[in-house]
C-alpha cells in the first residue's frame, strides 16, 4: 500500500455540488497538508494539520474546509464547487519541521 | 518573506549531457531547500534536502544539488541525463523560524532527447 492515498483520483462534478476528497497515511506523522497544483503556478498550500485538534488555513483556503477524523486521515472539501478549482489536488504528510514531504499521487478535479 | 525562483520552465538537454536546474530562494534566515522530481500522473517525490550540514547535498537517481549562501542558490545538477529523468523538478523553501511555511517554486519541467 502507498504511504499516501487520496481518493479518488479523478473526479468531474458540476458548479455547485459539495465534493469531499480524502486522504489517509501510514507513516505515522502529525503533520498532513493540502496543496493545489495548477499548471506555471507550482503548488500552493490550501489547509495544513499538526495534530488532530489543530487545523490552519493556508495561502488560498476560500472556498475549502478540511477535516482531521484521526491523524492518519485528513480530508478536503469544497463546500460549492467552481470552475475554477479545476486544478490537482495533493495530500501530503511530514515527520517535522525540515524532513520534507511525502505526496499521495493527487486528485485530478475538474468542475464543469 | 520567503520565495523561491526557478530559472527557466522548461529545459532540454541530450541523453548524456549534463542536467543543471537553477533554483534561486530569498529568506531572511538560511533555510531548509528541497528538490522534488514529479513524473507524469504522479505525485511529489522527494530528490534531496538541504538542512545545514553538507554543502553539497547527494539526493536519489544520481542527482545533487549545492547550496550557495553568497548566491542565495540551489541549483540541482546530474553529470549524465538518461530518458527516464524527463520530468517536473520543483524546489522547495521552508523557514527554520518561528513560521513554518514551505513555499514551491513553478517548477521546471525536464526534456531528454535521445
Known amino acids: 500500500d502507498a504511504d499516501v492515498t487520496q481518493t479518488p483520483r479523478n473526479r468531474i462534478t458540476k458548479t455547485g455540488k459539495r465534493i469531499m476528497l480524502e486522504c489517509s497515511q501510514t507513516k505515522g506523522h502529525d503533520r498532513m497538508y493540502w496543496y493545489r497544483q495548477d499548471p506555471g503556478l507550482g503548488l500552493r498550500l490550501i489547509y495544513y494539520?499538526?495534530?488532530?485538534?489543530?487545523?490552519n488555513k493556508g495561502e488560498i483556503s476560500d472556498g475549502y474546509s478540511v477535516s482531521r477524523q484521526a491523524q492518519a486521515k485528513f480530508s478536503l472539501s469544497l463546500e460549492s464547487a467552481i470552475p475554477n478549482q479545476t486544478a490537482l489536488y495533493f495530500c501530503?504528510?511530514?515527520?517535522?519541521?525540515?524532513?520534507?514531504?511525502?505526496f499521495g499521487s493527487g486528485t485530478r478535479l475538474t468542475v464543469v | 518573506a520567503q520565495s523561491v525562483t526557478q530559472l527557466g520552465s522548461h529545459v532540454s538537454v541530450s541523453e548524456g549531457a549534463l542536467v543543471l536546474l537553477r533554483c534561486n530562494y530569498s529568506?531572511?534566515?538560511?533555510?531548509?531547500l528541497f528538490w522534488y522530481v514529479q513524473y507524469p500522473n504522479q505525485g511529489l517525490q522527494l530528490l534531496l534536502k538541504y538542512t545545514s550540514a553538507a554543502t553539497l547535498v547527494k539526493g536519489i537517481n544520481g542527482f545533487e544539488a549545492e547550496f550557495k549562501k553568497s548566491e542565495t542558490s540551489f541549483h540541482l545538477t546530474k553529470p549524465s541525463a538518461h530518458m527516464s529523468d524527463a520530468a517536473e523538478y520543483f524546489c522547495a523553501v521552508s523557514d527554520r523560524g518561528g513560521g513554518f511555511k514551505t513555499i514551491f517554486g513553478a517548477g521546471t519541467r525536464l526534456f531528454v532527447k535521445a
Open positions: 501530503a504528510t511530514s515527520e517535522a519541521r525540515g524532513y520534507g514531504y511525502t
Open positions: 494539520s499538526f495534530d488532530v485538534k489543530d487545523i
Open positions: 529568506s531572511s534566515v538560511p533555510p531548509y
